[in-house]
């Protein structure tokens, strides 16, 4: 029998417990809430999405939501300090409709990237990472500049390793490192030189979601539409979608296309 939402409070109630946060349940929106007692800071899980992937998964599910709702809530909680950290400072890929304020309201930083994708900056803490905000340039007297060029310098530093995989006479490769910022490659340009000069037809990228690249060489029309399933599959399954919609690399520029059944692509227009 399938688990119902006050069956799934109660579980998040028993892994989640601390003398020092809240928690509530709106039951109307289905969203259980943990937040610190002092500042109100949290975090909101939508009991619907959890109880899919308990279906699918079982107490594997809640292990990883209590890791990742745990070390949020510990974050939140701790000041971070840029100066002297800047071998951490990377970039993080993210579609346009992500939040640009946290849920405290404060200013994320953020520098525009393509029509599906924008580049927010995060400080690297290990398991895991904090996004940056202003209030912590303005702390310590950094420019938007200064965060964008330490991170694109960071970003080039971070393994490509890749896997392949031939379809239909088409290439794909895929990065996924697992370390939070595959498809934050996609900002090593140097990297996309090296595909597109190694590449037999067009070049495609896909950032489908956080932990994966996919460059795609296609060498057929098949190929596209091989991509297009693929893309939708990785997005479908992420924990951090991004975008479905694949790019063509061309002249050191991104492009947004849809990908038409039978057909070649047609760019997106912005």
């Known amino acids: 029998m399938r688990m119902n939402s006050l069956q799934m409070k109660r579980k998040l109630e028993q892994r989640l417990e601390n003398p020092e946060w809240n928690s509530s349940f709106n039951r109307d929106k289905d969203i259980f ?5 002092e500042t109100r800071q949290g975090v909101s899980i939508t009991i619907p999405n959890v109880i899919a992937k308990y279906d699918q998964h079982g107490e594997a599910a809640l292990d990883d939501l209590e890791y990742h709702v745990k070390e949020a809530l510990k974050i939140m909680n701790e000041t971070h300090d840029l100066s002297g950290a800047e071998k951490k400072i990377l970039p993080v890929i993210r579609a346009t409709s992500f939040p640009r304020k946290t849920k405290a309201g404060k200013q994320l930083v953020y520098t525009d990237h393509t029509a599906e994708t924008r580049i927010y900056y995060a400080l690297d803490l290990g398991n895991t990472y904090k996004l940056i905000d202003i209030e912590m340039l303005t702390n310590e007297n950094w420019t938007i500049d200064r965060i964008k060029e330490v991170a694109t310098f960071n970003v080039r530093s971070l393994m490509t390793n890749l896997k392949k995989d031939t379809v239909a006479e088409n290439d794909y490769y895929f990065l996924a490192s697992k370390d939070g910022y595959d498809a934050s490659r996609i900002l090593n340009e140097a990297f996309l030189e090296e595909m597109k000069a190694n ?8 950032v489908p979601h956080q932990d994966v690249l996919i460059f795609a060489d296609i060498q057929n029309e098949t190929g596209y539409d091989i991509l297009a399933q693929m893309t939708m599959k990785f997005f479908a399954e992420g924990r951090i979608p991004i975008t479905s919609l694949p790019f063509l690399y061309e002249d050191k520029k991104l492009e947004p ?6 057909n070649r692509p047609t760019r997106k227009d912005k």
Do not use: D, H, Q, Y
């Open 199 to 206: 590449s037999k037809g067009e070049l495609a990228i896909a």
């Open 33 to 37: 809430r943990v937040e610190w007692k």
């Open 257 to 262: 296309i849809f990908i038409l059944a039978k």
